[in-house]
C-alpha cells in the first residue's frame, strides 16, 4: 500500500515536471498539467475584453507593454502568473482534435501566450459548459481537451483598464481639512473653517451663493467623513480626449468637488473632483482628477449626498456662538431695559463691565452662559421676508477679532421665536427657552 502511494505521488511529479498530461480517463480530476517557475516568464498575452493586452516584465515590475506609465496593479498580474505558471484543471473531458469542435477549441473564444525562459506556453480557451459554469481548454502541442473554472476565462478577458490601479483621495484626515466647496452650474456651496490658531476649537462656517452662517461642526465633520471614505470602482478611459470627457460629462463638469487640507507640516493642499454624468446602467457617476491618470467611476448613491447639499441643513443650533474669550462688546436690548457688557482682554485677567459698572467674571457667567447654551429647535429656509412684528430681544455684539453681528429675536408663532442674525433668519427658538433667558437677564437691565 505504501508503495503505491509513494508510486503516484511520483507519477503525478513527472506530469508537472515534464509538461504536458497525457491522462487517458474521463474521470481524471484537479490535473497538474505543466509547472514553470513564475519568475522565469517575461510577457503574458491574451484577448482582453477592449482587445489583445499584451504585458511584460520590466526591472521594475510589469507594465502594459503599449504604454509603461499605465498604472498597472501588479496583483493582478501576481493572480494571471499564479493561474498559468502552474496550470491546474479540474478534469480532463476528451482527447483528439475532432473533438475541438464540440468543445469550442476549433475557434477559440481567447489565445493565452506564456513567454517564458523555460518554455513558451499557449492556451486556448473554449466554450462555457451552460451547467457548470466551468470553460473548456487546451494546451499547444496537446489534444486533450480539459476544464478550467469560470474564474480563468473571467481574468483573461479583463481590458486593460479593469487592471488598472484604481486612484484613491488624498489620505486625509477630517481634521487636516481647512475648506470645501461643491459648485454646480452656478450654484456654490462651501465650508470654510475659521480656527484663527493650532489647538483652537474648530469651527465653521456655510456659505451658500453669497450667504454665511454658522455651521454645525459635527454635522460638518460627518459629512467629510463621508468625502474621505468615496472609492474609486473602475478606470472606463485612460488619459481622456477632450470628447471622451465631453461624453462622460466631464467638459464642461456636472459638479466640481474642491477640498483644501494641510499636510503634517502645514503645507497646503487642494484635491479637486469633477463628477460627470450618471453611467448607463445608473449606478455609477464619472468622475475625474485633472491631475489623475483617467476618468474613473463611483457608486452613484455615495455622490448624491454632496450633489444636493444645502446650508440649512448644517447650520448650527446655537443661538449666539460667541465664546466668552471671543466677546468684547455685547449690547442687549430687550422689554424692560437695555444692558450692555464690555470685556478687557488686554492684561492677564479679563475685565468685565456692566454698564460701565465693573462686575466679577461669575456675575458675567451667571448671564452669559444661559445665552451661550441656548439653542434652537427647527432649522428652517430663511423666514426674513415672513417676519412683521418688532424684535423681543436684539443682541449686538462685537468680536475680539473686530467683527460685528447684529441678532434678533423676533415672534414668528404661538411656540416659537425666530434668530434673525444679520438679516438672514434660519432658526426657530422655544418661546420657553427664550423666557428663561429674559428672566435671568432682568436683574442686569438699565431701566
Known sequence: MIASAVAVVLLLAVYCIQGLSTLKTDEAEGVCVYSMDPDSITAIRFSGAGGPVSLVRTADGWCWEEDAAFP??????????EKTAT????RQVAEGKDAYAAYGLDNPSNVITITSQEQDRILYLGDTNGTTGDCYLSVEGSD????VDSTFPTLFSSSINDMAVRETLPGITTEDITAFSVTRGAE????????????????????????VYEADTGL?????????????T??????????????????????????????????PQTYVLQIGALSQDGESRYVY???????????????????????????????????????????ITAPNGTVTFQADHSGDAVRYTCNDAEITEAEFNSFYFVLYAMEAEKRVGDLSDQLTQAPVMTMEYQRVAGDSHLTELIPYDQNYYAVRTDGTAVLL??????????STLDPYLAK
Open 72 to 81: 498597472l496593479n501588479q496583483n493582478f498580474v501576481d493572480t494571471m502568473l
Open 87 to 90: 496550470l491546474q484543471v479540474l
Open 144 to 147: 486533450v481537451v480539459y476544464t
Open 188 to 211: 456654490e456651496i462651501s465650508f470654510q473653517s475659521t480656527q484663527e490658531e493650532a489647538g483652537d476649537q474648530q469651527r465653521w462656517t456655510v456659505n451658500q451663493n453669497g450667504a
Open 220 to 232: 460638518v465633520t460627518e459629512l467629510f467623513s463621508k468625502i474621505i471614505q468615496l472609492r474609486y
Open 234 to 267: 473602475h478606470m472606463e478611459v485612460y488619459q481622456p480626449k477632450d470628447e471622451q470627457l465631453a461624453e462622460c460629462g466631464l467638459k464642461p463638469a456636472e459638479a466640481v468637488l474642491e477640498v483644501s487640507y494641510a499636510l503634517e507640516d502645514g503645507t
Open 289 to 331: 482628477t485633472p491631475d489623475g491618470q483617467g476618468i474613473y467611476t463611483v457608486q452613484a448613491d455615495s455622490l448624491e449626498e454632496l450633489l444636493q447639499l444645502k446650508a440649512e441643513s448644517f447650520l448650527s443650533m446655537d443661538v449666539f456662538p460667541v465664546r466668552p474669550e471671543e466677546l468684547a462688546q455685547l449690547h
Open 429 to 438: 427658538v422655544n418661546r420657553t427657552t427664550v423666557n428663561t433667558l429674559l
